[in-house]
């Protein structure tokens, strides 16, 4: 699912971008790069310890896009590159997956799970 070029991003700092939309209409929270962390080929796992707004938007839509870059890779035609990710997300607050993430990350309460549909250059 993920490519050489979105694998070497994640190793760079960077904002990612999470947009949840809900009834009130859409959310962005942020996080770094370097929480990302890829398993199962097609999963993103990041930690959380506020996103309030973006786990309300997800119990009632599911559906998020996520954009993650970075200005020390490569593009297209000139250096920085960037990606817009699709998919579906969930929280969760225990398990496999929330053990070894608590391991990296001590602050979060719980881990946002993406499964991503699609993950496209955009730079």
Known sequence: MFNEKFLEVIKHEGVVSIVTCGTDGAHVSNT???YLTVVEGNKILIP???MIKTEKNI???NIVKLTVGS???MGYRYM???FLLEGTAKFLREGE?????????SF????????????????
Do not use: I, P
């Open 71 to 73: 200005h020390e890779v």
């Open 108 to 123: 979060l309460t719980r881990v946002l799970e993406v499964t991503v549909n699609s993950c496209k250059q955009t730079l």
């Open 80 to 82: 920085g590159t960037g």
């Open 32 to 34: 770094w790069n370097s």
């Open 97 to 105: 997956y929330f053990d070894m993430m608590k391991e990296k990350s």
């Open 59 to 61: 119990l009632e839509n």
């Open 48 to 50: 959380a310890a506020a």
